[in-house]
């Protein structure tokens, strides 16, 4: 692998970006948009909006970081860019990682505008770090789009690929512990949301809103979110084929 | 010398169903190729085979004494899909400086390549607002920017206006005498006489394989539509 075409390959995407204004303006207020609006839903119910906020401030760009990762690679399969590339001297590697870095970095730049609004304007107040909030949220983001790119390859048409939306990412939102806490889940479906990364995309915020300290959990949790990661992007990798039928 | 292309009893199925079948030829280095027959015919399957994105059910393909798809051979290769298989929200010159990083091209071969196409006063222009045949030569200047060896290029004149057409012919018998192979597809039977060597397609296999002239006077036609015809009534002619 190497620097040079994993990073023209994250400048060709970032530029690709750049050429459609919406969907930048889009990335970055959705979902802080969402938090405002859940800012004031909750308005003054004391304490709710620290309860949930953390959470969905994991969540929303989690969703929206999965969507358009799907989307963009979905593309680059159908219009023939990918299996062109694929006969070029591009390792496999070097394109998810060109993505990954790409969605990454516009996960840093959503995640921090999204924070620094819950924390300056919506009043979000956690009793953790609020900068390690912040890198939590980043780092949903990025399973977001690792998540995406993986699951992409799955999806032969755009139909399919929207669709991976409720089916992979709505059951875990339910299973993730925001509806009731993971331990008074039923045995089985708290099994399943062991395996689940939003169950720790989520964890790790709520560890933030609730303790003062860096505690262990929060740590595995991270440590969790950060080895889905890895596997997500591999297993895009490894599903990237350069003959086929 | 290796020859640039050794295909040896290829044969091809695609959803149950044999796309190429027995196909074999050898083709020496610095030959233009027209790989000449109707839609349908297996072409591009032959010509996916060839670059080695397509899964092959039996016989050889070599380029340049390796197998297809080796990694070594991705330097040297340059392949364009029918389909414009470039990014439309990207400028010309920003998609060609892409393929051209990845390819591992000089800055100086990306003008070149948009010149060589014809679209110098298009560079700052982005894909998606070019006309088809536009957007194809984008494709086209994409696989030129990497100087292969070997081209293989499907349908690349396909909704071209005749003098641009001509100028992208009088552009592959230029990089053919320099030394490159093409390998060029066309249903246009017309398209048979800008090349040095034609292979005549028909259901999966090659009908004929030799130059145009040679082709003409065995048929004793004076076009190609004609010839194609005749060579189907009698295989033997």
């Given at each position: ?245 | ?101 990845v390819l591992g091209a000089p800055r100086s071969a990306v003008d070149r390549a948009i010149d060589d196409v014809g679209l110098g006063r298009y560079a700052d222009t ?112």
């Open positions: 692998m190497t620097l040079r075409r994993t990073g023209a390959t994250t400048g060709r995407v970032l530029r690709q970006l750049r050429h459609d204004p919406r969907t930048v303006a889009m990335l970055l207020a959705v979902p802080a948009v969402l938090m405002g609006l859940l800012a004031w839903i909750l308005h003054g119910r004391d304490g709710e909006f620290n309860r949930f906020g953390p959470p969905l401030l994991g969540i929303f760009p989690l969703i929206v970081m999965f969507l358009v990762t799907s989307v963009a690679t979905l593309r680059e399969r159908t219009n023939g860019t990918l299996e062109r590339l694929l006969t070029m001297p591009l390792a496999k590697a070097e394109f998810v990682m060109g993505y990954a870095l790409a969605f990454g970095f516009a996960a840093v730049i959503q995640a921090v505008v999204v924070s620094g609004l819950s924390f300056g304007l919506f009043g979000l107040h956690v009793s953790g770090s609020a900068w390690l909030l912040v890198l939590v949220a980043v780092l949903d983001a990025v399973l977001g789009a690792a998540l995406g790119l993986s699951l992409s390859a799955l999806a032969s048409t755009e139909f399919q690929a929207v669709q991976f939306m409720p089916a992979f990412i709505l059951p875990q939102l339910l299973l993730c512990g925001i509806v009731i806490p993971r331990s008074q889940l039923p045995t089985v479906l708290h099994w399943l949301s062991d395996i689940l990364p939003m169950s720790y995309a989520v964890g790790a915020t709520q560890q933030l809103g609730v303790s003062t300290t860096v505690t262990s959990e929060f740590l595995v949790d991270i440590g969790v979110v950060a080895v889905f990661v890895a596997a997500a992007l591999l297993l895009g990798t490894a599903t990237l084929r350069r003959r086929t039928r | 010398m290796e020859p640039a292309i050794r295909i040896e009893h290829l044969q091809v199925n695609r959803g149950g169903r044999t796309v190429v079948r027995d196909v074999s030829f050898t083709i020496p280095s610095g030959t233009l190729v027209g790989l000449i027959g109707p839609s349908g015919c297996g072409k591009t399957t032959l010509m996916r085979s060839l670059v080695g994105t397509q899964i092959v059910a039996g016989g050889l393909v070599e380029l340049f004494g390796q197998p297809s798809g080796s990694p070594n051979l991705r330097h040297h290769v340059g392949y364009v899909t029918q389909a414009p298989s470039v990014y439309p929200d990207l400028s010309v010159t920003e998609n060609l400086r892409y393929f051209a990083t982005v894909v998606g607002r070019l006309s088809g045949g536009e957007q194809a030569r984008v494709s086209l200047a994409t696989a030129l920017v990497g100087s292969p060896q070997l081209l293989v290029l499907d349908e690349p004149t396909v909704g071209l206006d005749p003098l641009l057409r001509r100028d992208l012919w009088a552009l592959f018998a230029g990089l053919a005498q320099a030394g490159s192979t093409l390998i060029v597809s066309s249903h246009v039977m017309d398209e048979a006489e800008r090349c040095q060597r034609i292979l005549l397609m028909r259901d999966g296999g090659i009908l004929a394989d030799g130059s145009p002239e040679a082709l003409l006077a065995r048929t004793g036609s004076t076009d190609f539509d004609q010839a194609f015809i005749a060579l189907i009534e009698d295989p033997s002619a």
